[in-house]
């Protein structure tokens, strides 16, 4: 049991609510920030027993903010943490609270959990995460329910959406204009999907670069499917890394 799921197990304090195995998620990519001045917005204040879990694992220097649609989240907000009333889906809203907030290093989104208000959160929200921080959204099983706007593979759920960010971590192998190197490309390290959650690692990146070590002592095979085009072939030796490859 790691320490987040302690906390909860002997919480009588504030309500917190969370699926049980959130807690091994949050710990495998929130841990490093542990004791730092890490800036953490959560959205879905409800009670403000997160938040509180949150003080708990992240220690005192951290800099809390909570975001919520009732006002009565508002009551709960201290001199350590920073309370907003509004709607996530509203993308002023989402403007005037990032121009409030000095930086974010870690959002986790556990508001309504609907498709528009998890696109509208990620589109206005994401370009502030810290180059090194991590975006959290939860509860992403509502993309399968009809009454959140989701469906299996129905468009516009936010799984759907966000099975685009597989692509475009990978634009630098890209053979077409329709997937280019962007923002998104050189910022995001890694995309981890679990059930429920998906968990986005910002990193600034680089052209991926392959390298060879060591000496070959027997003739390279190639396939017979590597061997039907020119075009393959300059492929195999790309892979091979005895071309140079195209960017
Ligand atoms: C699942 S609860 C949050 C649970 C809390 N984080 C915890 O772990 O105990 C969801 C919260 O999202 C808020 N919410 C619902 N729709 C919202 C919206 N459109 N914008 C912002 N917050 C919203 C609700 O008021 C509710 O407090």
């Known amino acids: 049991m790691n320490d987040l799921q302690k906390y909860f197990e002997a919480?009588?304090?504030?309500?917190?609510?969370?699926?049980?195995?959130?807690?091994?998620?949050?710990?495998?990519?929130?841990?490093r920030f542990r004791g730092t001045d890490v800036h953490?917005?959560?959205?879905?204040?409800?009670?403000?027993?997160?938040?509180?879990?949150?003080?708990?694992?992240?220690?005192?220097?951290?800099?809390?903010f909570g975001a919520d649609i009732n006002p009565l989240c508002k009551s709960l907000e201290?001199?350590?943490?920073?309370?907003?009333?509004?709607?996530?889906?509203?993308?002023?809203?989402?403007?005037?609270l990032a121009a409030q907030i000095p930086r974010i290093d870690i959002l986790i989104?556990?508001?309504?959990?609907?498709?528009?208000?998890?696109?509208?959160t990620f589109e206005e929200l994401f370009?502030?995460?810290?180059?090194?921080?991590?975006?959290?959204?939860?509860?992403?099983?509502?993309?399968?329910?009809?009454?959140?706007?989701?469906?299996?593979?129905?468009?516009?759920?936010?799984?759907?959406?966000?099975?685009?960010?597989i692509d475009r971590i990978h634009a630098w192998h890209s053979e077409t204009p329709d997937l280019k190197v962007d923002e998104f490309t050189r910022s995001v390290h890694s995309l981890h999907w679990y059930d429920s959650v998906l968990v986005i690692?910002?990193?600034?990146?680089?052209?991926?670069?392959?390298?060879?070590?060591?000496?070959?002592?027997?003739?390279?095979?190639?396939?017979?499917?590597?061997?039907?085009s020119g075009r393959l072939k300059s492929k195999l030796r790309q892979a091979m890394g005895l071309d140079k490859q195209r960017r």
């Not at 919480?11 to 841990?31: P, Q």
């Not at 953490?40 to 809390?64: A, I, N, T």
């Not at 201290?78 to 005037?96: A, M, N, V």
Request: aromatic share 14%; glycine share 12%.
């Open 127 to 165: 370009g502030r995460i810290s180059p090194n921080g991590v975006y959290l959204c939860e509860d992403i099983h509502t993309a399968y329910w009809k009454r959140w706007g989701g469906g299996y593979r129905r468009r516009g759920t936010f799984v759907e959406y966000a099975k685009d960010f």
């Open 11 to 31: 919480n009588t304090g504030r309500l917190v609510h969370k699926w049980m195995h959130y807690f091994e998620v949050y710990d495998r990519h929130f841990s």
């Open 109 to 120: 989104d556990d508001g309504g959990h609907t498709m528009g208000q998890q696109i509208a």
């Open 40 to 64: 953490v917005l959560e959205f879905g204040v409800s009670q403000g027993g997160s938040l509180d879990m949150w003080r708990d694992y992240f220690g005192p220097h951290c800099k809390l």
């Open 78 to 96: 201290r001199d350590d943490t920073r309370i907003f009333i509004g709607d996530q889906e509203d993308r002023g809203f989402l403007r005037s």
């Open 201 to 228: 690692e910002k990193r600034p990146m680089q052209p991926p670069e392959h390298r060879k070590t060591g000496t070959a002592s027997i003739a390279d095979y190639v396939p017979p499917s590597w061997r039907a």
